[in-house]
């Protein structure tokens, strides 16, 4: 059984699983083209994630590494041509995921559930942030349709 599978097993990571899928299938059905391709990137990401994550329990999780990389130059780059305050929040939080990585890898001492409950704070705050975007072009269609 892999790291990541026993991980899943447990409560909170099950509910935030579902939270994020949640965000992005609302993101899907009411946002506009900015979170509804954020939305496949983030499942995308998510599911790469799974499939990369190493079932080495005291390793540097280098493909999760990878596809978190990967993922910050989307958000990066969808910040130099996105006004929207949401989105630089879920950038900086996406950052702080990829520098969870790098602190992993300079002190390996620290302990990888250590490692992992960091990882899913950054990622459970960015996935708010998120859910901010999604709710704001929600809102912002519902008050077009009824102007």
């Known amino acids: 059984m892999s790291f990541f599978s026993e991980l899943f097993s447990i409560l909170p990571t ?3 699983a579902c939270a994020m899928l949640a965000v ?3 993101a ?3 946002g506009r083209r900015l979170e509804r391709w954020l939305a496949v990137a983030t499942v995308a990401a998510w599911v790469l994630s799974a499939a990369v994550q190493s079932p080495d329990p ?3 999780q280098w493909g ?3 596809v978190d990389l990967v993922y910050l130059a989307i958000l990066v780059s969808l910040c130099t041509v996105e006004r ?3 989105i630089l ?3 900086a939080f996406q950052l702080l995921v990829v520098l969870t990585h790098v602190a992993f890898m300079i002190d390996r001492s620290l302990m990888q559930w250590s490692f992992f409950s960091t990882y899913y704070l950054w990622s459970d705050a960015e996935l708010i942030a998120f859910a901010v975007g999604v709710i704001q072009a929600g809102w912002g269609r519902w008050k077009a349709r009824k102007a």
């Open 14 to 16: 099950q509910i935030a």
């Open 24 to 26: 992005c299938v609302l």
């Open 28 to 30: 899907l059905l009411v």
């Open 58 to 60: 005291v390793g540097v």
């Open 64 to 66: 999760i590494f990878a």
């Open 84 to 86: 929207r305050v949401w």
């Open 89 to 91: 929040f879920m950038t």
